[in-house]
């Protein structure tokens, strides 16, 4: 069984930085995306930043410019790189892998952006 296993939230300046991580244990193949969700309460789940599997990357355009998606494939690892953080972007972060006949979640990791 496939889990996926997020850190790196917690709660940090407006103005700074978080760089989330998200590994998966066990073995997956054939990942079409790997993509970062976030839910602050009282929202819907909104999707951040997808990468695809050919290295494409989307944002949501509340976040171009500060957030960056990466991967290691070699480790079934993806990470976003949180820069100039609003307190906007409080929310639960959660992790997504997908493919054809998959689709995996992070439990969740809180990402609080607070003075």
């Known amino acids: 069984q496939v889990q996926l296993v997020e850190s790196g939230g917690g709660l940090v300046q407006p103005g700074g930085s978080l760089r989330l991580s998200c590994a998966a244990s066990g073995s997956i193949f054939s990942i079409v995306a790997m993509a970062w969700y976030r839910q602050a309460p009282g929202k819907q789940r909104e999707l951040v930043a997808t990468?695809?599997?050919?290295?494409?990357?989307d944002y949501a355009d509340s976040v171009k410019g500060r957030f960056a998606i990466s991967r290691d494939n070699a480790k079934n690892t993806v990470y976003l790189q949180m820069n100039s953080l609003k307190p906007e972007d409080t929310a639960v972060y959660y992790c997504?892998?997908?493919?054809?006949?998959?689709?995996?979640w992070g439990q969740g990791t809180q990402v609080t952006v607070s003075s």
């Open positions: 997504n892998m997908a493919g054809l006949s998959y689709n995996y």
């Open positions: 990468i695809w599997r050919g290295g494409t990357t």
